[in-house]
């Protein structure tokens, strides 16, 4: 299986306190990996190293992306080639519709002119499987958006952009039990043998139509334990404190 994703060694900081202490992670191509942890273990914070957030300064350590040094990009080019980062609180932005922002991003990744009319019927499929009214098409990005409203716009967005490997940061945190079968329902429809998912989150049911190859549990910066599926079932009985005990 080829290497979509290698850390090796990842130091990062935040307004000069050090959150990732030496972490080391490979996410092979085609694969999904879920990445576990208490609050404050450092989960966010890699997702957003990996976008290359200016806010978190990486101090040791390489980052190895499809094959490029993705330390060496900035936070666009890191994008074109591939990498998308689903937010836990989608920003709201006036002025520019779903359908223009969609259109411009999907354009700016694959340099390529997008034919208008194969867009339209692209984008009303994917807001039909996400049960998306196609008004909102035509509303500004997340602006009275509810908070499912939202998560499901970023699920929309990584189906329109196909990204090589989808960085998932607890997409569905505050959605009900409908809303989190819609998002799964979506990232399964996403992901193929040719793209990778990584996935932080504290609700299983996310997961519940992919296959998962790998789960990693977080602690202080680190990655302390690493086991199949079988691991979230684990922690769901038994919650994470007899696991970081033992390290």
């Excluded at 980062?85 to 411009?104: A, K």
């Excluded at 958006?145 to 569905?172: C, H, V, W, Y």
């Amino acid at each position: 299986m080829a290497e979509m994703l290698t850390v090796k060694d990842l130091h990062a900081a935040v307004d000069g306190k050090e959150i990732l202490k030496g972490l080391n992670l490979t996410v092979g191509k085609g694969e999904v990996h879920v990445l576990l942890g208490p609050n404050g273990s450092g989960k966010s914070t890699l997702m957003n190293v990996l976008m290359g957030h200016p806010s978190y300064q990486v101090t040791e350590g390489e980052i190895s992306f499809d094959g490029s040094d993705l330390l060496a990009m900035k936070t666009f080019e890191r994008a074109r080639k591939g990498l998308f980062l689903s937010f836990q609180t989608p920003e709201e932005i006036p002025g520019i519709t779903v359908e223009n922002m969609i259109r411009t991003a999907k354009q700016a990744v694959t340099g390529e002119k997008i034919k208008i009319l194969a867009f339209k019927k692209e984008l009303k499929a994917a807001m039909t499987k996400l049960e998306i009214n196609e008004s909102y098409a035509g509303r500004y990005m997340n602006v009275g958006f509810s908070g499912g409203e939202k998560k499901r716009n970023e699920i929309l967005q990584l189906m329109m952009l196909q990204p090589k490997l989808a960085l998932l940061d607890e997409t569905d945190s505050g959605l009900d039990v409908d809303a989190v079968q819609i998002v799964s329902k979506g990232v399964a429809a996403f992901h193929n043998e040719e793209n990778s998912c990584l996935i932080i989150t504290h609700n299983a049911r996310i997961l519940d139509r992919l296959t998962i190859d790998r789960v990693h549990v977080m602690k202080e910066g680190r990655i302390i334990q690493e086991g199949g599926a079988e691991l979230i079932d684990e922690i769901n009985r038994s919650g994470f404190a007899h696991l970081l005990e033992e390290k």
